[in-house]
Each structure stands twice: as structure tokens, then as C-alpha cells.
């Protein structure tokens, strides 16, 4: 087998090496590195998933997925699994414009009014069990406290993995799924723009449930927005965003969650609320957004956080780590849907369609997330002007609460789409603007409100256009 041409992959039906040698190295067994797993175990393939922590990640990450993620985990035979281990359903979102004001109610139900559910709970028993799960897959051996430092290479083509402890394992295909903070990344010599966007203050309140059973809610007017979602009977999770100028000291938190964000939460949640701050269950984790234009090269791909990252509040870096190794592994043809790849230059060749398939789903998210974010932050006079005009977007018709959740939850993935649904809410905030719907009495205040929104939206029309053109490019 001559491997630098490429010719012939290893046959793994009937290869009989030792598991230290797999067709397959993935890199993290975190959420994503174990769906990535679950997608390309076929029951021939040697899979060796290589963990750094010897037990549970203590940090806190995600745990709400949209029903985008929810129909991957179901392809996969993880839905089951994780709903036993507490995964509950959410139904949509409810987002609350201010203090004491009525919830806009968000569903997730199609078009037709099918519902589509998505699912929520704890992230350390979403990791445990989905590890759980995979080991028990044939052909799949998960080991922790293994930590990757670097990558093998023959030629330009990544061959295997090295180890803290010095051990090197070949494999024909490398899956990177160590985290947003994926050090294999820059090893690889993948660009990447790192932002600084907040920070998330994490609070798990008991005996309480939130005011929409099964949705996630938004509560806004308070320096950040605030996410409460339902982990489990009597358990709600709450994400305060905090910016980044912020004090970060745990008295000067609890202080700015008590004066700032409490009378943005209506009761009972609210008491619940600062009982659990009070009661040190806060977890303070900094928000980044990590942009990359490539996640594949010869030999690897990225998935998941690795492959960069958005600002948590749009929920949406499971359900794209899910998309993520539902495409990889329709492209490689693994898994029930194909053939397997052959040869080196066809796993490559996957390994790139796979690369404009993963950004072209990535880029509206990653665009809608910081749009949304900046909306709902509403810092500044554009930013007002364009929340409380898709506020009265979303009151107004079921359609916009419709297109708005498509986006959201992944079913819809085209920038078009996005930029289209801008300019819709472009329009009715400068329309309420011009005719003194909002709260600008003065005629000075809404043209300042109307000139921020236009120069937010020249940007997000001009940020659109730019990431459009550097794909394009490559
Ligand atoms: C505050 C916050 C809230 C969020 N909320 C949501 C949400 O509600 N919904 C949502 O969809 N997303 C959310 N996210 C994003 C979500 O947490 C991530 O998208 C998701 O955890 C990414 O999974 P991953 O497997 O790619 O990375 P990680 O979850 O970071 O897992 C990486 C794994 O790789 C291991 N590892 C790292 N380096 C190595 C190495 N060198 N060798 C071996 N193993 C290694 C780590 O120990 C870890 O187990 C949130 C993120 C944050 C920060």
C-alpha cells in the first residue's frame, strides 16, 4: 500500500490491530467529539475516542438543543438514551421585552403547526451519558485522561495523533473535537479571530419551574440579556449575560445580579433567583466568538467548538456540532447511508465538501447569534430601535414568529433567508421610528434612533457580504 498516493486506505473490515492503531481518532470526548462517534461507528470502523480529563468537564456549556440537533441525536439513536438520563422537551421560546411586560411566545411548530420539540438538560449528565452510550457502540473505545498535544503528519497529510505520554497513534482520518479553545487548531495553522463578547453568570435555581412550561425564555432590559430554562422537575437553569467591563469579583457579581438583572425576572423566579447566588451556585465563563475559514484539511476535520463558536445565547453551538458530524459523516459515507471512502484522496475530497457544506450552515448562525445578541443587549440607540421593532415583528404576525424560529433552531440555514428577515425588521423599526410608535417622543430622539439603525444594519448587510466573499474566496 503505497499511502503517499494515496491508493488504499486500510480495509477495517477484518483488520485486526490493536486498538492503538484505529481507522479513526477523535480528539475530545466532550458532546461533540462522542455524537462524532455515534455518527461514523459502523460496527467495522476502529473508533478511539481520546479524552484529556480523567473524569467529568466541570465547566459549565450547553444544554438546550433545538429540534435541528434533536432530529441528528434521533438519526443516531441518542435521543432515547439522553431523554432517560433527564433530557426533557422544549417547545419554544418566550421572550419577555421588559419589566412586567407581556412574553412574546416563540413555538418551534412548523408551518403546518407540526410540533417540533427540542431538548434541554444538565450538560454533565448529557456528556456522561452520550459517553455511556458510544462506548458501548461496536468498534468504539473511549479513553480518558488521554490529553492529544499534537498531530502526525507525513507530508502535508495529517496520519495520527501524539500524546502527553509520548504515545503516537495513526489513524486515516484525525476528527478534532477538543472545545472552542482547541490548541490542535493553531498546531494545524488555522487562522482564527478571536472576540471577547461577555461573560455568562451560571445559576442553577431550585423548587421553581419557569412561566411557560417548556420554554426557554429571554427576559430583557437588563445590561444582558437573561436565559432560564427548565433542566428537570423543579430545576431551572439561568445564564445571566454580564458585559465585559464589568467587575468580574464574585461580591461585585452578586451585587449587579441583585440592583440590575432581579427586577427583570418576574417572581418566583426572581427570589429563586438570587437564593441560588446567594447559595454559591454561581459559575462565571467567559463568551467568545471564534470565527475560522477552514475546518478541514488533508487528513482532518474540525467539528463542533473546535471549528469556532458563536455567543451562547441563541443556543446554538450543540445543535451545530450535530450538524456538523451528520454532514462530515454523509460525506465520508460512512455509517448506514454509503459506501465507505477508499482511498486518502477520497476521504480528502469528502473532507472538503464537508468543509463548504459545515460554513455554509454556520455562517447564518454565526450571524444571527451576534445580531440578536447586540438586538437584544440593546446598547445604544440602532440596537433599541431594532428590538423593539422586532418585538412588534413578532407580535404582529405568526409568519415572523415562524421565520425568526426557522433561523434559530437550523431548519433554516441560508444567509438569504437571514438578511431578508433583517430587512424585515429593518423596516418596521425604521417605520415605528418615523411615526413616533416607540418611546422617542422628540423628533431629535428618533433621528438618532433611526440613524444607529441604519448604521447597524449597513453593517450586518456589509458583514453578510464580506463572509459571503471570503468563502467564496477560500
Ligand atoms: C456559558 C455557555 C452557555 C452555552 N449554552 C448553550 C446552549 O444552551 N445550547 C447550545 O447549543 N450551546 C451552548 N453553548 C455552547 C456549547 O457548550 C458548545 O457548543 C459545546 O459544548 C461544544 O461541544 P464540543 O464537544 O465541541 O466542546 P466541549 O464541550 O468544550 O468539549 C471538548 C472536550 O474535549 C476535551 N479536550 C480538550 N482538549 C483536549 C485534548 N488536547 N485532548 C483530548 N481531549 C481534549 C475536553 O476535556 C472536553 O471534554 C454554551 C456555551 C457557553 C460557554
Partial sequence: MDRNKGVCIRRSLGYQGAMSDPDVVIVGGGFVGCAAAAALADGRRRILVLEARAGAD???RGELIHPHGVAVLQGLGLHAPLARAGGIDV???????GEDAEPVLLPYDDVAGRPRRGLSMDHHAMVASLRAEVSARPGVELRSGARVTGVVREGERVVGIETADGERIRADLTIVAEGRHSKLRGLLGIAQEVRLLSF??????DDVDVPHARHGHVFLGAPGPVLAYSIGEGRVRMCVDIPASAEKGRDAILALLRTAYAPFVPEPLRAAMLRAARADSL???ANHAIHT??????????VGDSGGCCHPLTATGLTTGLNDVRVLAEELGFGATGAPGESWATVDAALLRYQRRRYRFVRAREILADALYEVFRGAGTGPLAVRNGIIRYWQGSSRARMASMALLSGQESRLSAFLAEYARVVGRSAYSVINGDGEEPSM?????SLSGLLRLS????????????????G
Avoid at 455568562?200 to 435555581?205: E, M
Avoid at 431629535?444 to 438618532?448: D, V
Avoid at 449597513?458 to 474566496?473: C, G, N
Fill in 58 to 60: 466541570p465547566r459549565f
Fill in 91 to 97: 417547545r419554544g421560546f418566550a421572550v419577555v421585552p
Fill in 200 to 205: 455568562t453568570a451560571a445559576l442553577l435555581l
Fill in 283 to 285: 459559575e462565571v465563563c
Fill in 293 to 302: 475559514r477552514r475546518c478541514a484539511l488533508p487528513g482532518v476535520a474540525l
Fill in 444 to 448: 431629535s430622539a428618533r433621528a438618532a
Fill in 458 to 473: 449597513y453593517e450586518k448587510f456589509e458583514r453578510s457580504l464580506v463572509t459571503v466573499y471570503q468563502d467564496a474566496v
